[in-house]
């Protein structure tokens, strides 16, 4: 095929495409207007054809799909304080974690360029509207819990939000609709990450469009790469701070930029950190945080045997329990570290349905998996850190994410997490419960309070009623 452009370095990256055995993009090119010619190339230019090249070879052409897992082991952690010193050690964390928050060294940062496909909801996944009376957005009850936050402590925590081409305009849009949450629109910052190409299992780019090539967020580990090299890192020196709190968007209990977590941290001298929460049972497909061959990680539910699913400690628990909520704390200059000389996490790959364009440009809804998508893990880099705190924490208390559209982990189980905390709260505020509030709509918030102590603290009578909204 000829591919004509009169211009010299369009020319050169059509070479560059042909080059890396991918000239099938063009198919179309004699149908496409300037523009969408235009387009065409744009996406290409920002295509990494040595590392595709990569990837085809490891995950495609090599005929395996995933890397071999290694030797495992469980990880330690700080588990829930139970003893008088571990009680003395947690409040010693909270008040260093307290500091850093009234100096202002700490940054909330969410990730938030996922597509959400299993939620199967129209638009950005932040806007779904989640609780239970006042029905809520995501991003509203994280912009409210970071207001009281900033409150309590006196000092700005800048929040930054990660999108992806996805989803940018609208995530944007809708903190403007919103006048941002209340928040102040210089300490919300938004920036995207990149994407990367599927593959067919050809290892060829997959044609979305006639002038698109299918391309995915890389992973909630590109936030790595996006926070240095979109300038957020930067932005956040600018203001002092050097402790980042990490988060995800579907988190409806989410303890913001919990001072414990980063006390501990802090007073470790942790690089990188991560909450757990004990696995339910051996079943629950949750990936563990602990070592392979060595080296601290995350160790996916498909990796471990039945045996090693069901073994279990001395005291009963779970040889491997440590369930991973992605929540972590990173320091400033770790993520700058991390970059030096490019990020390296591991790519990840899934078999997946791809839309795509048939010869003649329609397109089509595969009915069964027919390309490769690649990803990389945040928790990735927590074997780079040269210390790390792993701190367990309450499942009621702090997670509860909104992943399905129906049964664990959906908008229904998610409602029913936050009515039975905030009745916890009134419950221990002197409140009288029905014995089961799951029937019950009830809601508190943050901007009230973000825990029951504080809750406790501003209860007088209060009367219980479907419906109550306390604010
Ligand atoms: P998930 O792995 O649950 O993916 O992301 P998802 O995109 O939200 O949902 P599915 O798998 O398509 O159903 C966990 C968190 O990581 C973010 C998501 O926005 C969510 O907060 N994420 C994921 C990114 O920011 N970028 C990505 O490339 C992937």
Same mark, same amino acid.
């Given at each position: 095929?000829?591919?004509?452009?009169?211009?010299?370095?369009?020319?050169?990256?059509?070479? *560059?495409?042909?080059?890396?055995?991918?000239?099938?993009?063009?198919?179309?090119?004699?149908?496409?207007?300037?523009?969408?010619?235009? @387009?065409?190339?744009?996406?290409? *230019?920002?295509?990494?054809?040595?590392?595709?090249?990569?990837?085809?070879?490891?995950?495609?052409?090599?005929?395996?799909?995933?890397?071999?897992?290694?030797?495992?082991?469980?990880?330690?952690?700080?588990?829930?304080?139970?003893?008088?010193?571990?009680?003395?050690?947690?409040?010693?964390?909270?008040?260093?974690?307290?500091?850093?928050?009234?100096?202002?060294?700490?940054?909330?940062?969410?990730?938030?360029?996922?597509?959400?496909?299993?939620?199967?909801?129209?638009?950005?996944?932040?806007?779904?509207?989640? !609780?239970?009376?006042?029905?809520?957005?995501?991003?509203?009850?994280?912009?409210? &819990?970071?207001?009281?936050?900033?409150?309590?402590?006196?000092?700005?925590?800048?929040?930054?939000?990660?999108?992806?081409?996805? +989803?940018? $305009?609208?995530?944007?849009?809708?903190?403007?609709?919103? @006048?941002?949450?209340?928040?102040?629109?210089?300490?919300? #910052?938004?920036?995207?990450?990149?994407?990367?190409?599927?593959?067919?299992?050809?290892? $060829?780019?997959?044609?979305?469009?006639?002038?698109?090539?299918?391309?995915?967020?890389?992973?909630?580990?590109? @936030?790595? !790469?996006?926070?240095?090299?979109?300038?957020?890192?930067?932005?956040? *020196?600018?203001?002092?701070?050097?402790?980042?709190?990490?988060?995800?968007?579907?988190?409806?209990?989410?303890?913001?930029?919990?001072?414990?977590?980063?006390?501990?941290?802090?007073?470790?001298?942790?690089?990188?950190?991560? &909450?757990?929460?004990?696995?339910?049972?051996?079943?629950?497909?949750?990936?563990?945080?602990?070592?392979?061959? =060595?080296?601290?990680?995350?160790?996916?539910?498909?990796?471990?045997?039945?045996?090693?699913?069901?073994?279990? +400690?001395?005291?009963? @628990?779970?040889?491997?329990?440590?369930? +991973?909520?992605?929540?972590?704390?990173?320091?400033?200059?770790?993520?700058?570290?991390?970059?030096?000389? =490019?990020?390296?996490?591991?790519?990840?790959?899934?078999? &997946?349905?791809?839309?795509?364009?048939?010869?003649?440009?329609?397109?089509?809804?595969?009915?069964?998996?027919? =390309?490769?998508?690649?990803?990389?893990?945040?928790?990735?880099?927590?074997?780079?850190?040269?210390?790390?705190?792993?701190?367990?924490?309450?499942?009621?208390?702090?997670? !509860?994410?909104?992943? +399905?559209?129906?049964?664990?982990?959906?908008?229904?189980?998610? *409602?029913?997490?936050?009515?039975?905390?905030?009745?916890?709260?009134?419950?221990?505020?002197?409140? #009288?419960?029905?014995?089961?509030?799951?029937?019950?709509?009830?809601?508190?918030?943050?901007?009230?309070?973000?825990?029951?102590?504080?809750?406790?603290?501003?209860?007088?009578?209060?009367?219980?009623?479907?419906?109550?909204?306390?604010?």
């Amino acid at each position: 095929m000829q591919i004509l452009t009169t211009n010299n370095d369009e020319q050169e990256l059509i070479e *560059r495409v042909r080059a890396a055995g991918q000239e099938h993009v063009f198919r179309f090119w004699d149908e496409l207007s300037d523009q969408a010619r235009k @387009s065409l190339l744009s996406q290409l *230019r920002e295509i990494d054809f040595e590392l595709m090249a990569m990837l085809a070879e490891k995950f495609i052409q090599s005929g395996k799909s995933t890397t071999a897992k290694g030797e495992l082991e469980p990880a330690e952690f700080i588990p829930l304080p139970e003893s008088p010193d571990e009680q003395v050690q947690a409040s010693l964390a909270r008040e260093a974690g307290e500091k850093a928050l009234t100096d202002g060294r700490v940054a909330a940062f969410l990730v938030a360029g996922g597509q959400g496909t299993r939620l199967g909801f129209h638009g950005a996944k932040g806007k779904f509207p989640i !609780s239970p009376v006042k029905h809520k957005s995501l991003f509203q009850l994280h912009a409210e &819990k970071i207001r009281a936050l900033g409150r309590k402590y006196g000092a700005a925590i800048p929040w930054y939000i990660m999108t992806s081409e996805t +989803n940018h $305009k609208e995530t944007v849009g809708f903190f403007e609709q919103e @006048s941002y949450f209340g928040l102040k629109t210089d300490d919300v #910052i938004f920036f995207t990450q990149q994407m990367v190409p599927a593959l067919d299992p050809h290892g $060829k780019l997959i044609l979305a469009a006639k002038d698109r090539i299918f391309q995915n967020p890389n992973g909630h580990g590109g @936030s790595l !790469s996006a926070l240095k090299h979109r300038g957020a890192l930067e932005d956040m *020196r600018a203001r002092d701070i050097d402790l980042i709190f990490y988060f995800q968007v579907d988190n409806v209990l989410v303890k913001m930029c919990d001072p414990v977590f980063l006390g501990y941290h802090v007073l470790q001298n942790a690089e990188m950190s991560a &909450k757990v929460c004990a696995k339910s049972g051996p079943g629950e497909k949750v990936g563990v945080l602990g070592r392979v061959d =060595g080296k601290l990680g995350v160790i996916e539910y498909s990796d471990l045997s039945d045996d090693e699913k069901n073994a279990r +400690n001395e005291d009963g @628990s779970l040889k491997f329990q440590a369930g +991973n909520i992605a929540i972590h704390a990173f320091n400033v200059d770790f993520v700058e570290r991390e970059n030096r000389g =490019g990020l390296r996490l591991p790519w990840h790959v899934a078999h &997946k349905k791809i839309a795509f364009a048939d010869p003649l440009g329609k397109r089509v809804e595969p009915e069964a998996p027919n =390309g490769y998508k690649f990803e990389t893990f945040v928790f990735d880099a927590l074997g780079d850190a040269g210390k790390t705190v792993f701190l367990e924490v309450r499942r009621e208390d702090e997670f !509860s994410p909104v992943k +399905n559209k129906t049964g664990d982990d959906s908008p229904e189980t998610a *409602r029913r997490d936050m009515v039975r905390q905030y009745g916890r709260w009134l419950q221990a505020a002197g409140a #009288i419960l029905p014995e089961n509030v799951d029937g019950l709509n009830l809601e508190i918030s943050p901007l009230k309070a973000l825990s029951a102590e504080e809750f406790a603290a501003d209860a007088a009578a209060i009367k219980i009623v479907d419906g109550l909204y306390l604010e």
